[in-house]
């Protein structure tokens, strides 16, 4: 593969303007499908290694996929309990493969990450399979190479976040696009529409991002009238109104007796879930969307993505994407509209600088490890940008180009390894030691350059853009990861709020850098606006133990209690293989015994998921994700209670304090249950039988 860079060429012609027989795709060889399996087969080893060790992950969407292994109708809406109380926060397509897997395997933490990393090398596929059409082979292989060792790509999909099948979906719509803009097919954009209706189903208006970079690149080269282009495209938006629209239809046409809550929404609807709180709000940073994204992701503006938060995750290769960008458009300055090399460009960079902006500049809840969305849009950038300067290296201004570009980033990896400045400082040196050689090969002219040291060039400038994503990734794969806001790579020194709370750290399991908040505590921008309850810190303070603060699934939460877990301990939780290992033996088997439509009841997911994990039992998330929701209201509680249908309240849960810095009516709750029932301690947690009144 290495020595015969410029094959690829010799199969592919550019395209004139207008041509009368749209140029033929570029054919695999027996070297390219050798290539490609050894691809697909490395990115499975990495996606697969030691996935148990993650045990369930996010414990939040792991208890909703236990629920829909457990109750069809828990599968169609998403529910977080088996009981059809309320929802997750978000559609529910990305839950739907861990559930059927589930189903047939039986629940269990690897059932459900082996989906989720099997998306991850179908998504590489993709990316290879479209690059590849155009650009040839190599060009390919390194798209996809550079996506499967990305950092954050690496965590989620390993990870049960909605990320995996949303970053799987976009993928396949560019992949569609391209196939369409070949000879103008309908069928291939409306799939592309298809697709991209289901990215919502996924993760809301995430990624609706990607959708004017894949529209404008079909209207500006596909080879057919204008006009044509004009319909086409809106076909494909009927196609995605269809593929997202059905679910939300069914859900809100639905009688809300007859459903549960829609978690997160604020009315109850799938469309106030899809445009309020995970929608919009998260732009804008209304209550809806929690504001302050600087906790998260670090203060808005162009350098967000280059932080102490997001720069392991996703910058390696950042700069020299955007040096592709311009390279690429020079090249295509005068090319005629049909040229696929800036279909490609238009594309690719459309994705990256609309959906960077994005992330760079809204002002809500914007979590580091949504810059997987950019992971495909930077590896194939990268990729084309590589292989269009190659094929014209007989110009100094393409060699010059090209040395840049590894240049730049053999330095700008240096700088974020030395983030880490104990971590294997070697690879830091390797990699800026082959930027150096490859610039320098690189730059010589064609003529004195021999097949030898063309082989040393390519070989240095593959360590050059690779080497330090790829020790990242290695480290991201090795580490276990838990908790709501993971992140990816070794401990980042001064990493702020995003490091400290599901920030990684080398033997972690809820991605807490060990020893506790990183040297420079938290970044500017304060804490969400509105999203902890009036009165600042819980009392009590954040955890102790292993797990973050808000974002991590154990630790303590608003009332000093923690979860339900008796003390410092975690509840129970999953070893290796998806097995449970009861901290708190006592509230497990309570719940064991119990025989009501819902175990008990107790405030927010966040401590209602270890819950339903260890006991295998319903469990009523009051308030939802961040115990925000008005579900249920202190009447429907007192009437469900009336019925028999809470087996017990188990107090000390809490969330983020819910929207707007509102309770959704929690407290009202706890007040009421406190004053009509008898408290208990049941292994260090106060618990209240919910059949025996107070006297």
């Known amino acids: 593969m290495i020595t015969d860079v410029t094959s690829d060429y010799a199969r592919y012609e550019p395209p004139v303007a207008e041509p009368v027989t ?64 309320i929802t997750v926060d978000k559609p529910p397509l990305a839950l739907w493969p861990m559930e059927i897997s589930g189903r047939i395997f039986g629940f269990s933490s690897w059932s459900m990450l082996v989906p989720q990393a099997i998306m991850g090398v179908l998504t590489v596929w993709l990316l290879y399979a479209t690059v590849r059409r155009w650009f040839g082979a190599n060009a390919g292989l390194l798209a996809g190479g550079l996506l499967a060792l990305t950092p954050v790509a690496v965590l989620m999909f390993r990870f049960n976040n909605p990320d995996a099948v949303m970053t799987l979906l976009i993928v396949a719509a560019a992949y569609c696009v391209t196939r369409a803009m070949e000879k103008a097919s309908t ?18 208006l995430q990624p609706f991002t990607v959708l004017p970079a894949l529209a404008l690149a079909y209207l500006v080269a596909a080879p057919t009238s204008f006009g044509r282009r004009v319909l086409q495209l809106l076909g494909a938006g009927v196609a995605l109104l269809v593929a997202a629209g059905w679910w939300v239809l069914a859900v809100d046409l639905t009688p809300a007796a007859d459903r549960p809550y829609i978690g997160g929404s604020g ?17 804008t940073g209304s209550s809806g969307g929690g504001g302050g994204g600087a906790n998260f992701s670090g203060s808005t503006g162009v350098g967000r993505l280059f932080n102490s938060l997001n720069g392991g995750q996703i910058a390696w290769l950042l700069p020299t994407a955007l040096i592709a960008v311009v390279a690429l458009a020079a090249v295509t300055l005068r090319a005629p509209r049909t040229d696929r090399t800036r279909a490609a460009l238009i594309l690719w960079g459309g994705w990256l600088l609309i959906t960077g902006a994005v992330l760079s500049f809204a002002s809500g809840i914007i979590h580091t490890y949504y810059a997987i969305e950019l992971a495909p849009a930077v590896a194939a950038l990268v990729a084309i940008g590589a292989v269009t300067m190659w094929r014209h290296r007989s110009q100094g201004w393409a060699r010059a180009t090209l040395a840049i570009g590894v240049l730049v980033t053999g330095l700008w990896s240096y700088q974020l390894l030395h983030r880490t400045p104990t971590w294997h400082p ?62 990816a790579g070794p401990t ?186 008898t408290a208990t301690t049941v292994g260090g947690v106060t618990v209240y039988d919910l059949s025996k009144a107070a006297s």
């Open 492 to 677: 980042i020194a001064g990493g702020g709020f995003g490091g400290g709370f599901g920030g990684p750290a080398g033997s972690r399991t809820g991605n807490r850098p060990t020893g506790g908040f990183p040297t420079g505590g938290l970044p500017s921008g304060g804490f969400p606006s509105g999203g902890f309850p009036s009165g600042g810190f819980p009392s009590g303070g954040f955890p102790g133990g292993a797990q973050g603060g808000p974002g991590g699934t154990e630790g303590a939460f608003p009332g000093g209690s923690g979860l339900p877990t008796g003390g410092t301990t975690d509840t129970a939780r999953p070893t290796g293989g998806g097995g449970t290992q009861s901290a708190n033996a006592a509230v497990t088997a309570l719940l064991e015994k119990t025989t009501t439509k819902w175990a008990a009841a107790t405030i927010g997911s966040q401590s209602a998921g270890p819950l339903e994990l260890a006991s295998g039992k319903a469990v009523m998330s009051i308030g939802g994700f961040n115990g925000g929701d008005a579900a249920p209201t202190l009447a429907q509680f007192e009437a469900t209670v009336a019925k028999g249908e809470i087996g017990y309240f188990i107090s000390g849960g809490g969330g983020f304090g819910g929207q707007g810095g509102q309770d959704g009516g929690s407290s009202a709750i706890t007040s009421w249950v406190a004053q009509h029932y």
């Open 187 to 204: 069928r291939w954009l409306l799939l592309a529409g298809g697709a991209m209706g289901l990215s919502f189903l996924a993760k809301g």
């Open 22 to 85: 749209a140029p033929q795709p570029v054919q695999h060889t027996r070297r390219d499908r050798f290539a490609l399996l050894g691809l697909l087969a490395s990115t499975a080893v990495l996606y697969l290694w030691s996935l148990g060790a993650s045990s369930y992950a996010n414990e939040f969407y792991a208890a909703a996929v236990q629920a829909g292994t457990k109750s069809w109708k828990a599968l169609f809406f998403g529910s977080f309990d088996s009981s059809n109380f």
């Open 426 to 487: 070697w690879v830091a040196d390797v990699v800026v030691l082959s930027s150096l050689v490859a610039a320098a090969l690189l730059a010589l002219p064609s003529a004195r350059t021999g097949r030898g040291l063309v082989s040393t060039a390519v070989v240095a400038s593959l360590v050059a853009i690779g080497g330090g994503s790829a020790a990242y990734a290695v480290s991201t794969a090795s580490t276990p990861h838990t908790g709501s806001v993971p992140s």
């Open 267 to 283: 009315n109850n609807t799938a469309l106030g879930l899809a445009f309020g709180y995970n929608g919009l709000s998260r732009i």
